[in-house]
């Protein structure tokens, strides 16, 4: 099982990025597949998940009106789209695969969550 994240880079504020999670030797059906991002000296967290079973979505609230996260399930793929992008969305983003609960319960931790990627960076200057 593997999860290849792409699409990080340098942008202006204000800027966009798309991100993609790709899925090897792992099918999406019946997990949800999270966004999540570490910062620097800060823990990770949450950005959003999509529940492949339905499309239901979360989003964190930091993040809610900006960026979209939308899935491509013969592509296998995840998909991260990020607006009005601000220097405080600057991290390390990783995907992983979890259980669609968290997507509807509204409760999306990383300690559910597996099968990590190693990350794309994302910078946003001011």
């Known amino acids: 099982v593997q999860l290849v994240e792409s699409g990080g880079g340098l942008v202006q504020a204000g800027g966009s990025l798309r991100l993609s999670c790709s899925a090897s030797?792992?099918?999406?059906?019946?997990?949800?597949i999270g966004w999540f991002r570490q910062a620097p000296g800060k823990e990770r967290e949450v950005v959003s998940s999509?529940?492949?079973?339905?499309?239901?979505?979360y989003y964190a609230d930091s993040v809610k009106g900006r960026f979209t996260i939308s899935s491509d399930s013969a592509k296998n793929t995840v998909y991260l789209q990020m607006n009005s992008l601000k220097p405080e969305d600057t991290a390390v983003y990783y995907c992983?695969?979890?259980?669609?609960?968290?997507?509807?319960?509204?409760?999306?931790?990383?300690?559910?969550?597996?099968?990590w990627g190693q990350g794309t960076q994302v910078t946003v200057s001011s």
């Open positions: 992983a695969t979890g259980p669609p609960w968290t997507v509807y319960a509204g409760i999306v931790n990383a300690v559910e969550y597996d099968d």
């Open positions: 030797g792992v099918s999406f059906d019946d997990r949800a």
């Open positions: 999509i529940s492949s079973s339905d499309g239901s979505k």
